[in-house]
């Protein structure tokens, strides 16, 4: 079974710094990796999506990927108290196969 | 902007009814795919469609049927619907190789 792991948390940092969410997955041949954002209620949005080795910046969010380690994660600059959500981790895969981790709740204090 | 739109936000339905959970895209994506999400569960994949007419199932298929009768709607049938249907689904669409986008999700809850 390929599977996805992540920290439940909550993950609480104060406003303003940074925030580190951490993703190990299974499938060594994966090449595809996402990190999406839900808030209570609301369903999943996309906020970064990462291929290559090495880290991919998108403003206050990067995301790092290691294939030798199998590891992804996603840091959040500048941290905000409207960044408070779940972040889920995805990986691809095969062609079609999305594979979620269950999340880690992130909450950031004013 | 990728629009993905899910027909309910909230439907509560009796055990036994066939349930139809509808999601349509406009940006001609040819890959659709549907979800439930449970608490402590995460996603998981019931059903997807790569191109019209064209289904597989996913990893918890049992009790659920899709229908892609024209490339911009995938539909999601409850059979003879549980209580233990009782969930978040969510649809998804991409073009192929690129990121999936979701709908607003269906809240379903089963009586």
């Known amino acids: 079974q390929k599977e996805v792991e992540q920290n439940s948390g909550p993950l609480s940092v104060p406003e303003g710094a940074i925030a580190s969410l951490n993703c190990t997955y299974s499938?060594?041949?994966?090449?595809?990796f996402f990190w999406y954002r839900q808030y209570s209620g609301k369903s999943p949005e996309l906020i970064m999506f990462i291929y290559s080795n090495g880290d991919k910046e998108d403003g206050r969010f990067t995301a790092q990927l290691n294939k030798a380690s199998q590891y992804v994660s996603l840091l959040i600059r500048d941290s905000q108290p409207s960044d408070s959500a779940t972040y889920l981790c995805?990986?691809?895969?095969?062609?079609?196969?999305?594979?979620f981790g269950t999340g880690t709740r992130l909450k950031v204090l004013a | 902007d990728v629009k993905v739109t899910q027909s309910s936000r909230y439907l509560v339905k009796r055990t036994g009814e066939k349930v139809f959970l509808e999601c349509v895209q406009d940006?001609?994506?040819?890959?659709m795919f549907w979800y439930r999400q449970d608490p402590g569960l995460g996603l998981r994949l019931i059903y997807f469609?790569?191109?019209?007419?064209?289904?597989e199932k996913g990893d918890i298929p049992e009790g659920y049927s899709v229908s892609r009768e024209k490339k911009e709607r995938f539909s999601l049938i409850l059979e003879s619907a549980s209580t233990n249907q009782t969930s978040m689904y969510l649809c998804a669409s991409r073009v192929e190789n690129q990121p999936q986008h979701f709908g607003d999700g269906t809240r379903l809850s089963i009586l």
């Open positions: 469609s790569y191109d019209v007419k064209m289904k």
């Open positions: 940006m001609d994506h040819e890959n």
């Open positions: 499938d060594r041949g994966s090449q595809s």
């Open positions: 995805a990986v691809l895969s095969g062609t079609y196969k999305y594979i």
